[in-house]
C-alpha cells in the first residue's frame, strides 16, 4: 500500500558527504514517524536516525551523532538523510522505512520499507 523509495547513495572517500532522499507513496506521510537504518555486510539492521511525523523531534544512533542530519519535508512527501564525514565503517545498505510504534530504535516498530541505497566509503 505505501511505496518508499531511496536514493542519493553512491561510492565517496573516507571524510567526504552524501545526502539520501526517500521518497513516499503514502497518503498519511505528514502523520507518520519516519526513520533510516542500515546494513553492513554480515551485520543486523541497525538504526541509523529517526524523526517524527512534524519533524520537530529527531533522534541519532551514537555512532552518528554530530556527522548525520535526518530531515524531512512533508510537501513533498520525502525524507532525507545528510551525511557528512563519512568513515568506511558507515558502508552499508541503507533502508528508510515508516514507523508505527514508539520506540524509535527497533525494526519492529516500523511497517514499510525501501528497497535500500547502497553507500561504501573508500579510504
Known amino acids: 500500500q505505501v511505496q518508499l523509495v531511496e536514493s542519493g547513495g553512491g561510492l565517496v572517500q573516507t571524510g567526504g558527504s552524501l545526502r539520501l532522499s526517500c521518497k513516499s507513496s503514502?497518503?498519511?506521510?505528514?502523520?507518520?514517524?519516519m526513520g533510516w537504518f542500515r546494513q553492513g555486510p554480515g551485520k543486523e539492521r541497525e538504526f541509523v536516525a529517526g524523526?517524527?511525523?512534524?519533524?520537530?523531534?529527531?533522534n541519532y544512533a551514537d555512532s552518528v551523532k554530530g556527522r548525520f542530519t535526518i530531515s524531512r519535508d512533508n510537501a513533498k512527501k520525502t525524507m532525507d538523510l545528510q551525511m557528512s564525514n563519512l568513515k568506511p565503517e558507515d558502508t552499508a545498505v541503507y533502508y528508510c522505512?515508516?514507523?508505527?510504534?514508539?520506540?524509535?530504535?527497533?525494526?519492529?516498530?516500523?511497517?514499510?520499507w525501501g528497497q535500500g541505497t547502497q553507500v561504501t566509503v573508500s579510504s
Open positions: 524523526i517524527g511525523a512534524s519533524g520537530r523531534i529527531t
Open positions: 522505512a515508516r514507523r508505527v510504534r514508539t520506540d524509535y530504535y527497533s525494526p519492529s516498530s516500523y511497517d514499510y
Open positions: 503514502g497518503r498519511t506521510f505528514a502523520t507518520s514517524g
